[in-house]
C-alpha cells in the first residue's frame, strides 16, 4: 500500500474552480467547520500551457502512423481559440511567476537535449542494481526518516 501526501499537478484548477483543497485540509488540522456544500463551480476549463506548447512542438517536430497530424496553423489556431475561450491557467500567474518560468526553463533544456542528442548513441541504462545499492546504504526507515533502532 502507498500513502502519497502530495496535492496532484492540477491543484491550482481546482482551487481556482473554488475547492480549495489545502485550505480544506488546514481547517480539518485547526479543527474548523468546512462548509457542508460544495463551493466549486463546473464547467470551466484550463490550460496546462507546458501541455499546449508541447502539443505544438509535436505538430511540427512528431510523426505518427496512426493519427492525420493537423496543420501548423490549424493547431496553432486552435490551442489560440482555447486559449480565449477559456483563460485560466496552471500555475502561470502574474503574482507568483516563478514557478512557470522554472518549468518553461525545464521544458527549453529537454527540447534543446533532443535536439543536440547524437541519435546513434546508446542510452544509459538504469536497472534496479543502483537502487538496491542506495536502498542497502540507508539505514534510515524511509527517505527523511530517522535511523531504526
Known amino acids: 500500500m502507498e500513502i502519497n501526501p502530495r496535492f ?12 480549495d483543497f489545502p485550505f480544506y485540509y488546514w481547517q480539518l488540522a485547526m479543527d474548523e467547520p468546512i462548509p457542508g456544500r460544495p463551493t466549486y463551480e463546473t464547467g470551466l476549463g484550463g490550460h496546462l500551457l507546458r ?6 512542438h509535436s505538430v511540427l517536430t512528431e510523426e505518427y502512423p496512426a493519427v492525420e497530424r493537423p496543420s501548423p496553423w490549424t493547431a496553432l489556431g486552435e490551442v489560440g481559440r482555447s486559449l480565449v475561450r477559456q483563460p485560466r491557467f496552471d500555475y502561470a500567474v502574474a503574482d ?6 522554472r518549468d518553461g526553463w525545464n521544458v527549453l533544456r529537454e527540447w534543446l537535449g533532443d535536439w543536440t542528442a547524437d541519435p546513434d548513441e546508446e542510452l544509459p541504462r538504469t536497472d534496479g542494481l543502483e537502487r538496491e545499492v542506495r536502498d542497502q546504504e540507508d ?11
Open 96 to 101: 507568483d511567476p516563478m514557478p512557470f518560468v
Open 8 to 19: 496532484w499537478s492540477s491543484l491550482p484548477f481546482t482551487v481556482q474552480a473554488g475547492a
Open 139 to 149: 539505514t534510515a526507515d524511509a527517505p527523511g526518516g530517522l535511523p531504526a533502532e
Open 51 to 56: 501541455g499546449e506548447v508541447s502539443y505544438l
